[in-house]
């Protein structure tokens, strides 16, 4: 079965940085668009950041500048570089993935995400 598991999240203060991790495993061929989203108590689920099979990368107006995202095709990883934190980047952050197993063909998935908390 298809897998996403986030890492990296914790405690950091403002001004400071993180960088979290998401590793794909299952019986994967491939995987295309991958997406970071985040999720703040009492809001909806956002996208951060989202990166292309070919490398391509984009980000929401709140984080540009501050955060990039990268993958690593033969490691089915991606990442989330988070510079100059703050506060209101506390959320939960969750893995997206457009993944071609050989369980689904072609599907969507989600992690199970790790916490991100900015404060002094």
């Known amino acids: 079965q298809v897998q996403l598991v986030e890492s990296g999240g914790g405690l950091v203060q403002p001004g400071g940085f993180l960088r979290l991790s998401c590793a794909a495993s299952g019986s994967i061929f491939g995987i295309n668009t991958m997406r970071w989203y985040r999720q703040a108590p009492g809001k909806e689920r956002e996208p951060v950041a989202t990166?292309?099979?070919?490398?391509?990368?984009s980000y929401a107006d709140s984080v540009k500048g501050r955060f990039t995202i990268s993958r690593d095709n033969a490691k089915n990883t991606m990442y989330l570089q988070m510079n100059s934190l703050k506060p209101d980047d506390t959320a939960v952050y969750y893995c997206y993935a457009h993944i071609f197993s050989r369980s689904d063909s072609s599907n969507y998935y989600w992690g199970q995400g790790t916490q991100v908390t900015v404060s002094s």
């Open positions: 990166i292309t099979s070919g490398g391509t990368p």
